[in-house]
């Protein structure tokens, strides 16, 4: 099974990123505008359209306010398995650290999701940045 773990620092606070990941209907709205292009609730699912045209239903595994934890699942698609995570944890300056994980089958789409979750990665940090209060001078 292939285990991807991708993570990132945020200039913003971690309950206002929180708060971003928390709403799972909102993925391209709040979290990820550009990587994705249209996510649509149905049910427990989202129907999440990628900036590369690829279509996925995802079904919210769980989502722990405490622990800042979102688990869900991949249902369809080109998987067997897929099961992503995402928690965040503030930090003492201010910041907050921000870690994807991933654990797929088959294997040889390793490789290939890794590389999309870098794109998302980089689309998250700069829409969370944005919202960043700006430092004081």
């Known amino acids: 099974m292939a285990s991807i773990?991708?993570?990132?620092?945020v200039d913003a606070g971690a309950d206002a990123v929180?708060?971003?990941?928390?709403?799972f209907g909102a993925l391209g709205v709040?979290?990820?505008p550009g990587f994705v292009t249209d996510c649509r609730r149905e049910g427990p699912d989202r129907i999440v359209t990628f900036f590369t045209g690829t279509v996925l239903r995802e079904r919210l595994v769980s989502r722990?306010?405490?622990?800042?934890?979102?688990?869900?699942?991949?249902?369809?698609?080109?998987?067997?398995?897929?099961?992503g995570a995402v928690e965040v944890s503030g930090?003492?300056?201010?910041?907050?650290?921000?870690?994807?994980t991933a654990d797929l089958l088959p294997d040889d789409l390793g490789e290939p999701t890794s590389e999309q979750?870098?794109?998302g990665m980089a689309a998250m940090k700069a829409t969370l940045n944005a919202q960043?209060?700006?430092s004081s001078p």
Request: proline share 6%; glycine share 4%.
């Open 5 to 9: 773990r991708k993570e990132m620092l």
């Open 18 to 23: 929180w708060d971003a990941v928390r709403d």
């Open 30 to 32: 709040r979290l990820a």
């Open 64 to 83: 722990d306010d405490e622990r800042r934890r979102l688990v869900w699942a991949i249902v369809d698609g080109p998987y067997s398995h897929h099961n």
């Open 91 to 100: 930090l003492e300056d201010g910041r907050t650290r921000f870690v994807w």
């Open 117 to 119: 979750m870098e794109h």
């Open 132 to 134: 960043a209060p700006p």
